[in-house]
């Protein structure tokens, strides 16, 4: 992490979890086809081949963004794309949009659908921590602001652990690398980072996404409670579903006890104190991993009263312990269905090549309204046939119609493939299958890889609203109307934060005026208050 004026350092990518990358270039970067834009002279609208690169040398109150050039061996970019507050939209076929505020900054493209997904994959990845990145930064601001407002005759308590914990950080830098580089050994490669394993599925969790932020802040916030110490020495570095069980997700982080060492007592000036101290934050560090390896084992540990920590897969902890670095932790199946967890053990020993790819399953694209989406598939030409099929479900779920009111009236009839001829257009339906007692699917050997399919619905929707009560409309009218405070027929999200305080608010005094009535209540002494 790069060292700021703040308590928290700066999050920074991870150039292992950058799944672009040129080796021979020490980057991440390669060649897009970028659409030109309407406003271009010549080249309105035509696809033309770019180099992109991610520059992850950023300076340390810089961000990360996406530049462009003509050639590798341009020095100077054509365009360069701030990142944070970026959203990407896969818009058909190897193609994909990136987006800020609703406007649209560049349409790209790629040779293959798997480089597009390379590239998707990345930039998602280097998205959550260049938002991080700006929502800390801004922060930070806020607080010089703060601070420059105040005599600069009296500096806060903040501002001078803050600084401490930063020439700290500095000085300790240059030990640390030591441990981090070795003879041989590529600079930009980092050493392996403790892990764990939980069952969540990671598809729930997307990258830029309040679930993700809500996760790491929960996930931060078991662990240092486990332990005893501050929120601010622990540090995510990635969250991403485990090595050959997508539906559970790894979590690797890094514990630093640089704010322990803080007070601690030598000469600055000398080498020697920053060596000493590099020392004790190793071993500090060492005792923290191994008591979390020691209650991640237990599951009758307070780790397992957290909110996150509470899935842990008791089964498995990675680089937990101080190991030979060519020595490997075997990595043991996990599930919470014991039937799946058999099956994965009778199967465990089968050694398969990292160079193999999956063909078990193929990707379809499923287009509905405004929404674009990939949904995975069995391939019947690998698995049984019987066990091969498209539900419904997974239909709604891909397409966010899953977990909310929208799933009560919203079903999948069938799928038309977009594109194809006519006599090749007709429409797939969902049919009862008498082997699934009468469940509707698709049959995936009807579907065809990396086909894109308009998804038509049964929606009642508009059924549902006209079913409602005069009553029942007038009181939803009511309520909208509390909601939209600015009364422009919308309720953003700074009117819904209002809500919430407001709402907050007058329970806490109901709260409030409930607890002053048990104090008047007679007979009440201190003892039964505490």
């Known amino acids: 992490m790069s060292t700021v004026s703040g308590v928290r350092a700066l999050p920074e990518v991870s150039v292992k979890d950058l799944i672009v990358w040129d080796d021979s270039r020490s980057q991440c970067c390669g060649f897009l086809n970028k659409k030109a834009s309407k406003t271009s002279a010549f080249s309105k609208g ?27 061996e341009d020095r100077v970019p054509r365009q360069v794309f701030p990142l944070a507050k970026v959203t990407i939209k896969v818009a058909g076929g190897n193609s994909f949009i990136l987006t800020s505020d609703d406007t649209a900054l560049a349409t790209l493209s790629a040779d293959s659908h798997e480089v597009m997904k390379m590239w998707v994959d990345t930039l998602e990845n280097v998205i959550s921590v260049a938002n991080l990145r700006a929502r800390l930064l801004k922060e930070l601001d806020d607080r010089g602001e703060e601070s420059g407002a105040e005599d600069t005759g009296k ?34 490669k980092r050493p392996t980072a403790p892990a764990l394993r939980l069952d969540v599925d990671a598809e729930t969790i997307p990258p830029t996404s309040k679930a993700r932020h809500q996760f790491v802040h929960l996930f931060i916030d078991d662990i240092a409670k486990a332990l005893e110490i501050i929120p601010e020495m622990i540090e995510v570095l990635s969250v991403k579903p485990a090595p050959g069980m997508d539906w559970l997700t790894m979590v690797e982080f890094d514990i630093n006890p640089i704010s322990i060492l803080q007070n601690t007592p030598g000469d600055r000036d000398d080498p020697r104190y920053w060596q000493r101290l590099e020392t004790e934050r190793v071993d500090i560090r060492s005792k923290l991993l191994w008591t979390l390896h020691e209650m991640v084992s237990d599951p009758s540990s307070l780790l397992y009263n957290g909110f996150v920590t509470s899935k842990l897969d008791p089964s498995f902890s990675a680089n937990l312990l101080d190991r030979n670095d060519e020595e490997e932790e075997e ?27 999956d063909v078990t399953h193929f990707s379809v694209e499923l287009h509905f309204e405004e929404k674009v989406r990939l ?13 091969c099929a498209l539900w419904p479900y997974e239909v709604k779920h891909a397409l966010g119609f899953m977990g909310n009111m929208q799933e009560l009236w919203m079903e999948p009839i069938s799928l038309v493939p977009r594109n194809m001829p006519k006599l ?7 049919m009862p299958s008498v082997r699934y007692g009468g469940e509707k699917l698709i049959n ?22 006209q079913s409602l009560l005069p009553e029942e409309m007038d009181a939803i009218k009511e309520t909208f109307q509390q ?9 953003s999200r700074t009117e819904m934060s209002e809500l919430v305080r407001r709402r907050t608010a007058e329970r806490r005094a109901i709260i409030d005026a409930k607890f002053d009535a048990f104090l008047s209540e007679p007979g009440i002494t201190r003892a039964d208050i505490q």
Request: charged share 25%; hydrophobic share 35%.
């Open 46 to 72: 035509k696809w033309q081949k770019r180099w992109f690169l991610i520059d992850v040398d950023i300076e340390e109150r810089g961000n990360y963004a996406l530049q462009y050039f003509h050639n590798p």
């Open 155 to 188: 500096r806060s308590r903040y501002s001078v652990v803050r600084n401490e914990l930063a020439g700290i950080s500095t000085n300790l830098k240059s030990y640390g690398k030591r441990a981090q580089e070795s003879p041989g050994r590529s600079p930009v």
């Open 331 to 357: 990595i043991l199946p996990y599930s919470t269905d014991p039937e799946v967890l058999s099956i994965m053990e009778h199967y465990r020993d089968i050694q398969v090549p990292s160079n193999v790819a």
């Open 375 to 387: 949904v995975n598939v069995p391939n019947p030409l690998v698995l049984r046939k019987r066990c």
């Open 424 to 430: 090749l257009s007709q429409p797939i339906p969902f």
């Open 444 to 465: 995936a050997a009807r579907l065809k890889a990396d086909q894109a399919y308009d998804v038509i619905f049964e929606d009642r929707r508009d059924e549902a609203l």
């Open 483 to 491: 909601c939209d405070l600015n009364g422009d027929g919308g309720i």
